[in-house]
């Protein structure tokens, strides 16, 4: 049984339900090395994907400020190959980036064939940041959940699997990691008054949130809610989810290349037979 259920879109959710400090009473050194595990096998699945170039892979990580998104970035690319992995960062659009339809930027950067990328956040902002702050009116981000849905439908129709983690933490646990960077030099540059000002929107974050993953969560591109409070859970949840949904090709991928491998002998045979010939 996979420790976190991705959602299927069939039943609404209430956030309130997830708690954040969720761990399925594991214990950290045990979750680790779980952890190690499966991303040895994610590795191998990378390897096999590549290999193939029949499918990519699509990570949105989206999350409160501290949530970890960077840390949950670091833990999974531990594991992958960098030949055929990436990150792609979103900001606050540049003028050009205004200029266009807010999936714009976002279709530039989606996965290749036998690639994985990972957004640190995404088109969701559109969604989230956007309708906390007004900046556009509601009949705007309201439309956006129809045209997120139909431009998933188009890179899954295009072999792309998508998986979308929301990086779930509690206020409280929140404020403690915002007050430990103060406290640590290497952390102390991630600062930001704009962080502090971010969470007096805590609550309306938090129904973006909600009301997104209900529009956008179907079985071919599901949201995780994953309970992040204890880091060594949320990489846990993380790699295995990226395992679940990947094995399932496993098979398709080894077929493809016993056939090219097959293809390929037969050439280098066809070859040294003309060569013997001569
Ligand atoms: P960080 O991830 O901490 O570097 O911050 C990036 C900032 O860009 C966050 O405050 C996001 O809310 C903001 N951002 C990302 N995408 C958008 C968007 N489409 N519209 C407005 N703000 C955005
Ligand atoms: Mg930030």
Redesign the pocket.
């Known amino acids: 049984m996979a420790l976190v259920k991705p959602l299927d879109g069939k039943n609404p959710i209430k956030l309130s339900d997830h708690d954040p400090d969720y761990h399925n009473g594991l214990i950290e050194t045990d979750a680790i090395a779980r952890s190690a595990k499966l991303l040895e096998e994610l590795r191998e699945l990378q390897a096999l994907m590549y290999a193939a170039q029949e499918t990519s892979v699509l990570v949105v990580l989206q999350g409160m ?1 501290t949530a970890g ?1 960077d840390g949950a970035i670091g833990h999974v690319m531990t594991g992958l190959n960098p030949q055929s992995c990436r990150v792609a ?5 540049t003028a050009i980036e205004a200029g266009h339809d ?1 999936l714009w930027r976002i279709h530039q950067q989606t996965p290749q064939l036998g690639s994985l990328t990972i957004f ?2 995404s088109h969701y ?2 969604v ?3 309708r906390v702050h007004q ?1 556009v009116p509601p009949k705007v981000w309201k439309g956006r959940y129809s045209q997120i849905r139909n431009f998933e439908d188009l890179l899954v129709d295009n072999s792309t699997i998508i998986l979308k983690f929301f990086i779930h933490i509690s206020k409280d646990e929140q404020k403690e990691r915002l007050l430990a960077r103060e406290q640590d030099a290497t952390k102390s540059w991630k600062l930001s008054v ?1 962080d502090w000002h ?1 969470r007096e929107y805590w609550d309306k974050y938090q129904k973006a949130y909600q009301d997104a993953l209900n529009e956008t969560s179907v079985p071919h591109a599901p949201w995780y809610i994953v309970p992040s409070n204890h880091k060594w859970f949320r990489n846990l949840v993380i790699a295995e989810a990226l395992v679940n949904a990947l094995s399932p090709y496993r098979k398709s991928w080894m077929k493809h290349l016993e056939l090219e491998g097959t293809k390929a002998k037969a050439e280098l045979d066809a070859m040294r037979a003309s060569e013997t010939q001569k």
């Open positions: 400020d998104k960062s979103f900001k606050v659009p807010f640190n956040r902002e559109d989230l940041v956007t900046l704009g971010e």
